[in-house]
């Protein structure tokens, strides 16, 4: 089984991409790290631990990482108005005394060098949130980047509307210095952009279908999806919730439901375009005058096959 270490902000469609992880037999997650994002980190946290606790896996590390980006002037951003205060849809399972954690140790950057120093060219690192833990890592010890297997990210739209605003998407846009640094840093990378999370919608009606499925996680799902699925609705005028997440970790457990185009992508780190990726493909010619052709290139999804996607996450 492919060792997983899944960094996020749990947040809704992370809950359900980390219990699509836990439930798969081609994964062993090996730790979660949390980041700021959906929530404050140590809800995010707080909700890691439950995740790990409600798949049976109470003994999975949390390992919690940044609580703000590397440089970003402006506030941290929290979408607490799309994943609720508490981050499952202001359902408190997680939490009902809804209690904020106090800074605890901020250990998610070292766990990821160390967890990968001891498997070099076996974990996969699944990135659900704001890049910061994974640009730390990079900047901190050289042979992190050497001995990760692999890292696919849930972040950026390509050739489309962000989700912040037309420029960015709200992972990379939460920490848009994290997300250059990580995208150019020489790994052996996957980013699934929202220009094919986009695609994959599960209406209301599925929805249900899941809870009275008898599943074992289907109730949970709908239950926190609720306040999402109003969210999406009243603010996106979506007949459904985008699986952001969920297709992220789709394309790691199953490589055959997403298409990949190759490339240089660079990230936007000021101004009113903060946040936006864009994919050289060479398209243009690399030829020496072009500056990105001596970035290392990484895969971009192109393609997605989103009923195949919303399977596995009506089995959940
Ligand atoms: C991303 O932002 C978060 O709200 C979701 O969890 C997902 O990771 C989509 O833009
Ligand atoms: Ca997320």
Redo the contacts with the bound molecule.
Sequence with gaps: RRKLIIDT?P?I??AMAILMAFQSPEVEVIGLTTVF??VPTPIATTNALYLCALADCPEVPVAEGAWAPLTKSEPTRI?DY??GEDGFGNTHVANPGFVKAEKVDQSACDFLIEKVAQHPGEVTVVA??PLTNLALAVRKDPSFVKNVKELCI?GGAFFASG?VNPAA???IYSDPDAADIVFTAGMNTRVIG?NLTTQVILNDKELTDIKDSGTKYGKYVHDITRFYMYWHVTSDGVDGIFL??PTCMAAVLDPSLVTYRTGVVRVETQGICAGLTLLDMGLKGWNSSNLWMHQPPIKVGWTVEANRVKELVKNL
């Design positions: 902000d947040g469609d992370d994002g959906n979408s799309a994943h659900l949130g849930l989700n998407e709200f992972n929202i952001h997440d």
